[in-house]
T-cell receptor
């Protein structure tokens, strides 16, 4: 049972344009969401997070939107840069005070010059 | 501030052997969690330790175990290795423990290959 889903395995965008990565979840108990960026054979790098009490969180070029009623979140990267090319994972947590993340399957982003 | 350090980076073991992986968390972080990444199953939670106690456990067989020391360093052990245990093992540390949500910061991982 995949509780966190990233339905697009890959996404290609041109440098300077917007990248939108999507994530859906099924567990209504999730109330904290994170996005990580990952290169092969390395650990995930934390990008941005959002609590369920918010619907938007911004950090530089990265913005995460949360739609609780639709159980959907998205990561916007504006403007996209070639260095953003990596696999992006969304993750969710339902245990306040504990550290147990449920990860999506990832979306490979390719930003071309 | 040093990040999460995992050793070794690469390991090759034979079926039936056991292996121990090590993780040093970010200074001041008391929570250490472990994840397994495989092409077929993605990133899956193994267990979490906080103040030397296992707080959470994922859906893995008892061959997977861990411990945490008083300095928050953690080790993970896999006994009776199987070919399917070949994976990237990731350790994450966080300052979780106060009741709120905090981010988990990952190490570079240990690539285990079982032959």
């Amino acid at each position: 049972d995949q509780q966190v889903k990233q339905n697009s395995p890959s996404l290609s965008v041109q440098e300077g344009r917007i990248s939108i990565l999507n994530c859906d979840y099924t567990n209504s108990m999730f109330d904290y969401f994170l996005w990580y960026k990952k290169y092969p054979a390395e650990g995930p790098t934390f990008l941005i997070s959002i609590s369920s009490i918010k619907d938007k969180n911004e950090d530089g070029r990265f913005t995460v939107f949360l739609n609780k009623s639709a159980k959907h979140l998205s990561l916007h990267i504006v403007p996209s840069q070639p260095g953003d090319s990596a696999v992006y994972f969304c993750a969710a947590s339902a245990m306040r005070g504990f550290q147990k993340l449920v990860f999506g399957t990832g979306t490979r982003l390719l930003v071309s010059p | 501030k040093a990040g999460v350090t995992q050793t070794p980076r690469y390991l090759i073991k034979t079926r039936g052997q056991q292996v121990t992986l090590s993780c040093s968390p970010i200074s001041g972080h008391r929570s250490v969690s472990w994840y397994q990444q495989t092409p077929g199953q993605g990133l899956q939670f193994l267990f979490e330790y906080f103040s030397e106690t296992q707080r959470n456990k994922g859906n893995f067989p008892g061959r997977f175990s861990g411990r945490q020391f008083s300095n928050s360093r953690s080790e993970m052990n896999v006994s009776t290795l199987e070919l399917g245990d070949s994976a990237l093992y990731l350790c994450a540390s966080s300052s979780t423990g106060t009741g709120g949500f905090t981010e988990a910061f990952f190490g570079q991982g240990t690539r285990l290959t079982v032959v």
